[in-house]
């Protein structure tokens, strides 16, 4: 149980376009979705705090308007990145947050399995 | 991932064990926890400490925590060349978000 879906799991696109990268939690319904960043070889930076329902919470230095959050139902959270240019490539990752069992009890995060963005 | 500092290189002979060590900085957090990320993919969990407890096994798992000096350790015992990855440790910070570590990849050499 509580498996995360990303699609699409790569996307090449050219600068200026729009990307949409969604989230799912395929087996248990996840009121809290996070959207970390990844670079090459380094942590995951956190970027935005998806509540269902509500606005998302962007951390410090994340442009709101670039990277924008939906989290429309229980199950699904999106991410679309606007007018992408080359350094917005990266590994781009979300985890959703249980609320009930051990998931809801220990604040345990289930990642999904990431989706590579390169922007030409 | 300032707030939480591993060692960035571990290399070990398979067979042997492994130990990772990490140190974090709020001492309010709840859980501590040890995920494993294979290249191209996510993060798995392997395990989580309740920050009241000292030691939790699990299987070839072993996580000890000094909660008096904020550092947290994973032993691997009898490493694998499957155990190959990144590995991240990870303390609970407000509002159930996580802050990780840079992570240490662990390398098994034969």
């Known amino acids: 149980g509580a498996v995360v879906s990303q699609h699409p799991s790569r996307v090449i696109c050219k600068s200026g376009t729009s990307v949409k990268i969604e989230c799912r939690s395929l087996?248990?319904?996840?009121?809290?979705m996070f959207w970390y960043r990844q670079f090459p070889k380094q942590s995951l930076m956190l970027m935005a705090t998806?509540?269902?329902?509500?606005?998302?919470?962007?951390e410090q230095g994340v442009e709101k308007d670039k990277f924008l959050i939906n989290h429309a139902s229980l199950t699904l959270s999106t991410l679309t990145v606007t007018s992408a240019h080359p350094e917005d490539s990266s590994f781009y990752i979300c985890?959703?947050?249980?609320?009930?069992?051990?998931?809801?009890?220990?604040?345990?995060?289930?990642f999904g399995p990431g989706t590579r963005l390169t922007v030409l | 991932g300032e707030d939480v500092e591993q060692s960035l290189f571990l290399s070990v002979r398979e067979g042997d064990s492994s130990v990772i060590n990490c140190t974090y900085t709020?001492?309010?957090?709840?859980?501590l926890y040890w995920y494993k990320q294979e290249p191209g993919a996510g993060l798995q969990l392997l395990t989580y400490?309740?920050?009241?407890?000292d030691m939790k096994q699990d299987q070839r798992l072993t996580v000890l925590l000094n909660k008096k000096d904020k550092h947290l350790s994973l032993r691997i015992a009898d490493t694998q060349t499957g155990d190959s990855a990144i590995y991240f440790c990870?303390?609970?910070?407000?509002?159930?978000?996580?802050?990780f570590g840079a992570g240490t990849t662990v390398t098994v050499r034969a």
């Open positions: 709020d001492s309010s957090s709840t859980y």
């Open positions: 985890s959703a947050r249980g609320t009930s069992g051990r998931a809801g009890a220990t604040n345990e995060q289930f």
């Open positions: 990870a303390e609970s910070i407000g509002d159930y978000k996580l802050s």
């Open positions: 400490i309740f920050s009241n407890m």
């Open positions: 087996d248990f319904q996840a009121t809290t």
């Open positions: 998806s509540n269902e329902g509500s606005k998302a919470t962007y």
